[in-house]
């Protein structure tokens, strides 16, 4: 493997089509403002580099990048590429990472809007992320000790797998299918509305009118707090551990809590079952 080290690219493609390549400690910044950096390149390692222009990765295959940083110019960074290590990196642009598959992220800062779309196998740990519309319409993904914050997170997202994580949302979820989580956090309005197949397993949720127009929706052992208004016209089979506010219309199931608030029925064929019990572990 050839190494390129200590240099600043700032023209157009500068390593366009390289092959099994490390690049380390380089700057993709300067007045010629060039795009396409590292362009249909295979077996790349990056480490250690800046990246202040657009479009560095894209059509790449067996790429791994260490310790870099991709600002806020750097936008769509990653697209339509597979095979990829991204290792305690900051992605800071818009757009970072959509249509690849098979990657791997560890450690990494993600500061991005409208992260992840059409991503398909997407393994994340300990990593941070501030993002809308985050990981949309992407499929195959296990993430680990993962902190979000943002607006419209997981939506249509397939076959997807959370533990310990601790999400700061709102309309999260939705259309979701095939989906668990475990041991998690999750803060927000209107979760998970239109999902078909989620499991939450001791988790804490909070926020208005959650888990509404659900199929084969699931809760074992969850604590739901400042939570109204849910489960409306759903599909639940729930086990929960805290007082809820309201229950409203659930179409089928049971519901097994401590205590509620309301239950409302007000529509016809609303017959899920709320049964009042003490939990016991």
């Not at 080290?5 to 993709?28: I, P, S």
């Not at 657009?54 to 750097?74: A, Q, V």
């Not at 900051?90 to 598959?101: D, P, Q, S, T």
Request: aromatic share 10%; net charge negative; hydrophobic share 35%.
């Amino acid at each position: 493997m050839d190494t390129i080290a200590n240099k600043t690219f700032d023209e157009e493609r500068a390593l366009y089509g390289a092959e099994e390549l490390l690049v380390k400690n380089c700057n993709f910044d300067g007045p010629a403002d060039g795009e396409s950096a590292l362009k249909e390149c295979r077996d790349i390692t990056v480490e250690n580099c800046f990246f202040n222009l657009r479009y560095p990765f894209w059509h790449d295959c067996r790429l791994t990048i260490k310790k870099s940083e991709m600002t806020e110019l750097c936008r769509a960074a990653l697209w339509y590429s597979s095979e990829i290590d991204i290792l305690g990196s900051r992605l800071h642009g818009i757009k970072a990472l959509r249509e690849c598959r098979k990657v791997n992220m560890s450690g990494c800062d993600i500061v991005s809007p409208e992260f992840g779309w059409s991503v398909h196998g997407l393994d994340m740990e300990n990593c941070t992320a501030e993002s809308e519309y985050f990981m949309m319409r992407s499929t195959n993904l296990n993430f680990l000790d993962v902190r979000m914050k943002g607006k419209y997170s997981f939506q249509y997202i397939e076959d997807a797998v959370f533990e310990n994580c601790v999400f700061d949302t709102k309309d999260a979820f939705w259309h979701a299918k095939n989906v668990t989580i475990r041991n998690s956090v999750v803060k927000g309005e209107y979760l998970a509305w239109y999902s078909e197949n989620l499991t939450f397993e001791n988790c804490k949720i909070s926020g208005t009118q959650p888990l509404c127009y659900c199929k084969n929706l699931k809760l074992v052992d969850c604590e739901m707090t400042d939570t109204d208004l849910c489960f409306e016209r759903s599909e639940v089979e729930a086990v929960l551990t805290a007082e809820v506010a309201s229950i409203k219309n659930p179409l089928s199931g049971h519901i097994y809590v401590p205590a509620v608030g309301e239950i409302i029925r007000d529509i016809e064929g609303a017959d899920g079952e709320v049964v009042i019990q003490e939990h016991k572990k």
